[in-house]
């Protein structure tokens, strides 16, 4: 993939430029952000520089406590951001000017785009409270301050005590070449948290009469829709630092008359009170944001049609989509991002299923039965499902194990592998709403009901022994999840939905044949290919 391709303003940082920009830092950062991150040219070359302390090179003063876990990256450019992602970077966010995370960095490291690099600056400094900046400008933005961004920029690096370095060629052998001077800017900014933990500490206590909204808020809401969720992310944020902040500075009033437990919030030791808070803070903003990230998957439209499979790799992945800010417009990219893979996920979930089926052990009671043999000209082991399948639970799945009597309802682990089998078949079929099998199955045995009731997409039979019969009921449906599982195992040709019956190879022709016939093939190919569902919205997003 060529990076460059659509992207004009980026120029990756060469090697011997981000040994300039690292060594300018003069603490020892545990966090750091690359708010342009590009492909990850800095955060590797950090990498590396920890390797070569590791493995011998002692004398690496570049060498420092930053763990990768600890280095966060933003970027613009999908292309880039798929490149950081796939080399297992935290990207926290895509665009750092309109940026409003309430996370502490040590040090911000960064090579701007040239066009306005002068706001990427001015934002570092607005977010850095205690720390290090190390930015790499087109020196004209220094040189030439002609706008207002510029003029105030120059104010500020004055008030700050920048140092500034003109370099010249840095890019001139860069891996995309340009003939710009740059401009090495250093910024350390020192703050005292504690001198803000004191401040009105002297302030007499005034009483306050403690009512029920005081400790609840007067607005409970309903954590369904992406708005409310957003909204309570930041009531939570916004309290939990006040109490934070609250505590610590009550501790710093109150320590010589109460034993305050200050217990070591991280796996490294705080060397000040400052730090201390810091670490507090970000390890808060780390678990509650990584909660509620986890919350956008019980919504209600994302559940029904997530299987347990795919629901535990996002679980996984999430643990990576944690970092990014809990912001309404990142939740409905993440949702998005779901909706455009949802065909993608579906055909996995559709083979998985198939071979559950028919092939795992789990199922081989009845795999014999679901099976239906077609001839593909390649293999002689090659199957199809049948209008009726059966699927071997264990006795007490139904039935209890003392009085060997019906129960009245399912256990969550049956339920949730029967679930699945709903989830393929709504995205084959045209039905708005759902009747699930668990729930069927459910409603029946409560109303003693065994044989013949039935859900959205079957008609279905529960055995003492433990087996469960479901018949298909729309033949489309079935029709529709073997051609899917059928091309996802590989066992139609290339072909098959994009070419009509005439137009195919001989052989292709005589795979179609044994699979459904040459008429049910014209007619489903006359429809459009309409292998999937017809139409239908994977999710809204509520408002």
């Known amino acids: ?272 009170m400052t730090e201390k808070v810091s670490i507090e803070v970000n390890e808060f903003i780390k678990r509650v944001r990584y909660d509620y990230w986890m919350s956008t998957l019980n919504l209600k439209q994302v559940q029904d049609r997530m299987t347990e499979k795919k629901r535990d790799e996002f679980t996984d992945e999430l643990s990576q989509q944690a970092i990014m800010d809990f912001t309404a417009n990142n939740v409905r990219t993440f949702i998005m991002n779901l909706m455009n893979s949802y065909e993608d996920i579906v055909k996995e979930a559709a083979v998985d299923l198939f071979d559950s089926l028919t092939v795992e052990h789990a199922w081989s009671e009845g795999k014999n039965k679901n099976r239906l043999h077609w001839d593909s000209w390649k293999t002689n082991d090659v199957f199809k499902i049948g209008p009726k399948v059966i699927l071997p639970f264990y006795e007490s799945a139904f039935v209890d194990s003392y009085t060997k009597k019906w129960r009245t309802w399912i256990d969550h682990s049956t339920a949730r592998k029967i679930d699945d089998i709903d989830k393929v078949m709504d995205y084959f079929s045209a039905e708005t709403e759902t009747v699930k099998i668990s729930d069927a199955i459910t409603s029946n045995l409560q109303n003693g009901t065994t044989r013949g009731f039935e859900s959205t997409h079957f008609s279905i039979t529960v055995y003492k022994k433990g087996t469960l019969h479901l018949q298909f009921k729309n033949d489309k449906t079935l029709a529709a999840f073997n051609r899917m599982a059928s091309l996802g195992k590989g066992w139609l040709p290339s072909s098959y939905g994009k070419k009509g019956f005439d137009d195919m190879s001989q052989e292709d022709q005589n795979i179609v044949k044994a699979f459904e016939g040459e008429k049910s093939y014209s007619k489903f190919f006359k429809g459009g290919s309409q292998i999937m569902a017809s139409g239908k919205s994977f999710l809204q997003i509520e408002e």
């Open 1 to 272: 993939m060529n990076v460059f391709t659509d992207n004009s303003q980026f120029y990756p940082t060469p090697t011997h430029t981000i040994k300039k920009m690292l060594e300018k830092l003069k603490r020892k950062p545990k966090t750091m952000l690359e708010p342009s991150a590009g492909k990850g040219d800095i955060i590797k070359f950090i990498e590396k520089a920890n390797e070569e302390w590791r493995y011998g090179d002692k004398d690496n003063r570049l060498r420092s406590c930053l763990s990768i876990n600890n280095i966060h990256c933003m970027e613009q450019d999908p292309n880039l951001i798929n490149v950081l992602r796939s080399d297992k970077r935290l990207v926290v966010d895509t665009d750092f000017l309109s940026y409003s995370g309430a996370d502490k960095y040590d040090a911000i490291v960064m090579n701007p785009p040239f066009v306005d690099g002068d706001k990427h600056l001015i934002k570092a400094m607005d977010i850095m409270y205690n720390g290090e900046i190390v930015c790499l400008l087109n020196a004209e933005t220094i040189r030439n301050p002609y706008s207002v961004s510029r003029q105030y920029l120059i104010e500020r690096l004055e008030s700050a005590g920048a140092e500034i370095e003109f370099l010249e060629g840095e890019f001139s052998d860069a891996e995309r070449k340009t003939d710009v001077d740059v401009a090495l800017i250093y910024i350390n900014i020192e703050n005292d948290i504690t001198s803000i933990l004191l401040d009105g500490a002297n302030d007499e206590a005034k009483n306050h009469t403690v009512n029920e909204n005081d400790v609840y808020g007067s607005e409970v809401a309903e954590r369904g829709t992406v708005e409310n969720l957003v909204r309570q992310f930041n009531r939570t944020i916004t309290a939990g630092i006040d109490t934070i902040m609250g505590f610590y500075r009550n501790h710093t009033i109150l320590s010589q008359y109460l034993s305050l437990n200050i217990a070591e919030t991280s796996t490294y030791k705080a060397n000040n």
